[in-house]
């Protein structure tokens, strides 16, 4: 039998090759300070740790379309949070973490030919398409997207790693020019909740302002991770076009894809809770505010980085050498080459440190 690995086809992981520049971090004598991955340090809320543990002698099986509640809590807090109206319970559907359903979300929808992502985008967006035996294509416009009609298009606003909020006429001009051509149009929109300019508020396209209220072939990706520290629960949700749901669902109802019962209770409770949310944000906004004036007093430059949990950051080198002099100082970051070739004289500066972490990265930089 002849076979091919699918890990063989894929690109090496990322952070694998940060493991000299951690060493060095790590070697600083006050400890490592490590900024170069997006994972949450701050606590659960304590309503959605009652919640998890209020569920936990449920003996069932989860139902993966999720329970009413959770349907509804989806639809209600999307409504109230980022004015997405119009969802019904069969428009939304829970998913076990949104790397997960990123990675499959080609293979599950059966696409075989070119799915477009950002020039500089979440690694995972291209190794879905590998996986499914698409071609990515990396394009910013419809202009570089040419005139073949691709199967899939993820975007991402607000972008990881740059932070970049796409406006609403570009928004706009991509929903329509989706639905003219029949492409599907899925959006990563899990830093939604974490805009900092108030004059360009991040949005779904599925706000009525973007997409008319025709939500067909759009799907918005969205997760609970950033908003409520719910990294470790896997919390996650698509919504959109019912029949892409409808389609989606019945793949994971055969793969066995099902959010585990405890973690649906937390997930209402978090959705319900938007004061939490407001609480994280705030600390998160802290935290940023330090790091930005820290790192342009250290002679970096920063772009966009208008919303979401990364500063997007350049010394006017290759993003290599800025990882090594942050390293140096007990700093670590995320190079902007694991993004994409475009990313190359980059940094990706996460604010997910604790506090404590946080200072000392600003004194060390200031240093």
């Known amino acids: 039998m002849t076979r091919t690995p699918l ?35 701050d606590q659960v809320a304590p309503g959605i740790q009652i919640a998890l543990s209020e569920a936990a002698a449920e003996p069932g099986y989860p139902q993966t379309v999720g329970t009413p509640e959770l349907r509804q809590a989806i639809i209600e807090a999307l409504a109230r949070r980022y004015n997405m109206s119009g969802l019904s319970e069969n428009a939304v559907l829970p998913v076990v973490g949104t790397k997960e359903a990123i990675a499959l979300l080609p293979s599950l929808l059966g696409v075989r030919g ?3 992502i950002p020039e500089v985008a979440y690694p995972t967006y291209e190794v879905g398409a590998l996986m499914a035996g698409a071609t990515p294509l990396r394009a910013d416009s419809l202009f570089k997207v040419g005139p073949a009609t691709p199967d899939l298009m993820f ?85 959109g076009d019912p029949s892409l749901i409808a389609e989606l669902t019945e793949v994971r109802k055969h793969s066995g894809l099902m959010v585990p019962g405890p973690i649906q209770a937390a997930m209402v409770a978090a959705l319900g809770d938007d004061d939490q949310e407001a609480l994280q944000k705030l600390r998160y906004a802290a935290r940023r505010a330090k790091l930005m004036r820290a790192l342009i ?65 600003v004194a060390r930089l200031h240093g």
Do not use: M
């Not at 894929?10 to 520049?21: G, K």
């Not at 002679?299 to 949990?309: M, Y």
């Not at 475009?342 to 990265?361: K, P």
């Open 114 to 116: 070119t799915v477009v």
């Open 155 to 239: 975007i991402n606003s607000p972008s990881n790693p740059t932070g970049k909020v796409l406006g609403i006429e570009h928004l706009r001009k991509v929903v329509h020019w989706a639905q003219e051509r029949g492409v599907i149009l899925a959006a990563d929109e899990c830093y939604i909740g974490l805009g900092w300019d108030d004059e360009n508020q991040p949005l779904s396209i599925l706000d009525p302002a973007v997409c008319d209220g025709d939500h067909t072939n759009l799907i918005a990706i969205h997760s609970l991770s950033k908003s409520s520290n719910l990294a470790s629960y896997r919390a996650g949700f698509l919504a």
């Open 7 to 41: 890990g063989t086809t894929l690109p090496d992981f990322p952070w694998d090759s940060l493991a000299q520049a951690k060493a060095k971090a790590n070697a600083h004598p006050e400890g490592i300070v490590d900024l170069s991955v997006g994972t949450p340090v």
């Open 297 to 361: 007093e250290a002679g970096f430059q920063v772009e966009n980085s208008e919303a979401g949990l990364y500063i997007w950051a350049t010394r006017g080198e290759n993003c290599r050498d800025t990882v090594n002099w942050l390293a140096e100082r007990g700093i670590l970051v995320a190079p902007g080459d694991f993004y994409g070739p475009a990313g190359a004289n980059f940094v990706r500066v996460a604010l997910t440190g604790t506090d404590e972490r946080i200072d000392a990265a």
